[in-house]
């Protein structure tokens, strides 16, 4: 293990389209915290979002980054059996424990809620010293397993969320990686999973990766592909994960009477429907945010049936990641989750 550095690299984002690499004095840790050595930084839309100045409940500047694999450097006794040496996966949301949503145990839309990336500075730094009783055990996951656990844990979420059932047909619109875990983990609940996007090799992806039963290219007729799958039924849920404002208000036509609707991407915006449209189908519209304690346990549970070295696209340390971060932003370049090394 390092010892505690005095000085330390790390990465801010100043205002939108700017990052600074920068050195500031190393964390120590207080009472009830352990600070870890961050090795790899996974890059989530919601970083993309902030970069491009587009992201809810934002402000600058800020170190981002809330998709960590991290070891544990220091830490005090604790009753989940964490010592020093040991992997560790970050639950990056700082919850008050005591409003109405934490009481009832949703702890994921606390009224207070603190997101380390995001409200708080988080992870794009060397080190970082954080409350114990967000770290969960990951000894026996990689790197790449651990940056990945919390975008798949939003994934579990929402597919929790909408109690899936077998054989029902679904659609996920967005082949990113929130969309990607979804498909997944509907597919393991014995869903029959439609995976939509404009994107060709997104959608190649989803079909020989995920194993998809079927693909539509939205930019054809994707009503009408849906209603041939489906034999006219449309889904019974329907996920979006774009965030994209055009398609989560065209959502529901892809809904089945008496469906489900999951919002998954956000969006910045109001978003407008045709009421006597979604009042025909009695459609139930649910929101899904971040993610709860059982819902990562779970991921960390069955990670190995997820194909990740396929999902980690692309990899840079951390004193290339200005100059490469413009290029996530380009679905072109065929980006479906790039990390940051932060342990050279």
Known sequence: MNKELKRMKYIVCEKPGEFQL???????????????????????????????????????PRILGHELATQ????????????????????????????????????NCCTSLKVLGIHTDGGMQEQIAVPIDILLPANNLNNDQM??????????????????Q???????????????????FAQMKGAKVIALDMN?????????????????????????????????????AVFDASGHKGALEFGPNYMAHGGRYILVGLSKGELTYT????????????????????DFEYVIEVINQFPTASYVTHNVPYTKMISNFDSWLNPKTGVIKATVDFKL
Do not use: W
Request: charged share 25%; glycine share 10%; net charge positive.
């Open 275 to 294: 009421h006597p449209e979604i009042h025909a189908k009695e459609m139930t519209l649910l929101c899904s945010r971040n993610a709860a304690l059982e």
């Open 22 to 60: 920068k050195e500031k004095q190393a964390p120590t840790r207080k009472e009830n915290e352990a600070l870890l050595q961050v090795h790899k930084v996974g890059i989530c839309g919601t970083d993309l979002h902030a970069y491009a100045g587009n992201q809810a409940f934002f402000t600058y």
């Open 200 to 236: 060709e090799q997104r959608l190649a992806y989803a079909k020989e990766k995920i194993g998809v039963d079927y693909t539509v290219n939205a930019k054809g007729d994707p009503i009408a592909e849906i209603s041939k799958i489906t034999n006219g039924d449309m889904c019974t």
């Open 147 to 164: 940056a990945i656990v919390e975008p798949l844990a939003i994934g579990a979420h929402a597919v929790r969320r909408a109690t899936i």
């Open 166 to 184: 077998k054989n029902e047909f679904i659609v996920v619109i967005g082949c990113g990686p929130i969309g990607i875990g979804i498909m997944k």
């Open 72 to 107: 544990v450097i220091e830490i005090g006794a604790n009753d989940k059996g964490i010592r020093a040496g040991d992997n560790v996966v970050i639950m990056p949301y700082l919850n008050c424990g005591t409003c109405i949503a934490c009481r009832k145990g949703k702890t």
